[in-house]
């Protein structure tokens, strides 16, 4: 059976590829869009609230967690090397 499901899936595989022209990152842009005059208004206040009370549990719950396993999170996002 997960023969057949291999097959099949192969068996329909398609490309597509847009014709020259017809999608947008196939032409230069003219300049920056950010340099259209502005119909909305820019640089606002915004009220700081402080930390959510979502974001305070999920903390809680972290440092509980690591002291309960004796170990602390430590993420990275460097490549391994």
Not at 6 to 20: D, H, I, L
Request: no cysteine; aromatic share 12%.
């Amino acid at each position: 059976m997960a023969a057949l499901a291999v097959s099949t899936a192969s068996a329909v595989k398609m490309t597509y590829r847009p014709y020259a022209g017809s999608v947008p990152w196939g032409s230069a842009a003219t300049k920056p869009e950010w340099e259209d005059p502005q119909d909305h208004k820019v640089n606002y206040f915004v009220p700081n609230f402080g930390t959510d009370s979502d974001i305070k549990t999920t903390f809680k719950n972290t440092k509980d967690a690591e002291e309960g396993l004796n170990h602390v999170l430590q993420a990275s996002f460097d490549p391994e090397k």
